[in-house]
């Protein structure tokens, strides 16, 4: 992963986990890596990796079991919500853009149902 140098590391990294769970590469209850694995996949600081895991935590996109390891959340709804948030970041962003770019609202509907095909 090629880190954006005007966001956190720690913040890039917990997208890229919510993007796998999102998209299902990460299922509702799988074992995530070790703090350690998690710092050699990404080549970060394991107090780096350390941090990510509280962070994820504290959002309760997972929790971990002493002497086991850390896991997804195993709520479905919780997933829903991750979702809908990443969705509408996205969305804000591309809106803002093309209101940057003079677009209309007309014209970016229209650029969007021929670009989705």
Not at 61 to 70: N, P, S
Request: with cysteine; proline share 3%; hydrophobic share 35%.
């Amino acid at each position: 992963m090629e880190f954006d140098n005007n966001i956190p590391i720690y913040v890039q990294v917990i997208n890229d986990i919510k993007n796998d769970i999102v998209k299902g590469t990460l299922a509702l209850g799988d074992k995530l890596p070790s703090g350690r694995d998690l710092a050699l996949k990404y080549q970060i600081n394991p107090n780096t990796a350390n941090r990510i895991y509280k962070e994820l935590e504290s959002e309760e996109i997972c929790f971990t079991k002493r002497g086991l390891g850390t896991f997804v959340t195993e709520d479905g709804e919780k997933l829903r919500r991750i979702r809908e948030e990443m969705a509408e970041t996205l969305l804000d962003n591309f809106i803002s853009g093309m209101k940057n770019l003079g677009f209309t609202k007309k014209e970016v509907i229209q650029l969007l149902e021929i670009k989705y095909e």
